[in-house]
């Protein structure tokens, strides 16, 4: 399947790459998400965490506008509820792209004010996330391949 026909990027505007596995790379659309469009990204994201294999994600948020709405910050705090501690077990880290240093900060001080399950931090590129995303798979005991690297080296900046 292509990317072009991938119903996530062609009906949302989503890209799910897990072709760095288990380095997962989730980029978001410039345009804010519909409902539906954020169920699909939760239910591709619980796809992932249900196969219950140690993995991390860079979630590149950098060309939204907008954040997400409150119906949907509801929904990912169900969803916390209900597959937190699965993802804890499994999905040890989750790199956040914003462009904003100042919304960055306020995911630094939201994540310690209220923990989620998975350790995240936020990034302004891939590059600057690079030697985090290599220290949690070190920690993790799990090689950096060669398609990780070129992920980290090699995307857009």
Known sequence: MTAATRPGLREFGLIFDDT?????????????????????????????VERRV?????????????????????????????????????HFGIAVLMSNA??????????????????IAPFASVADCAPWIREIFAEQQISVTPSMEALLNHSQS
Do not use: C, M, N
């Open 20 to 48: 760095a596995w288990p380095l997962l790379y989730v980029r978001f659309p410039s345009k804010p998400l519909s409902d539906e469009g954020f169920e699909y990204f939760i239910t591709r994201y619980t796809d992932y």
């Open 102 to 119: 100042i919304i960055r900060g306020a995911l630094r001080a939201v994540t310690w004010v209220a923990p989620i399950p998975v350790p």
């Open 54 to 90: 140690p993995f991390a994600t860079i979630l590149d948020s950098r060309g939204l506008s907008t954040a997400i709405t409150a119906q949907q910050r509801r929904r990912l705090t169900e969803w916390f509820e209900v597959t937190g501690p699965l993802a804890g077990e499994h």
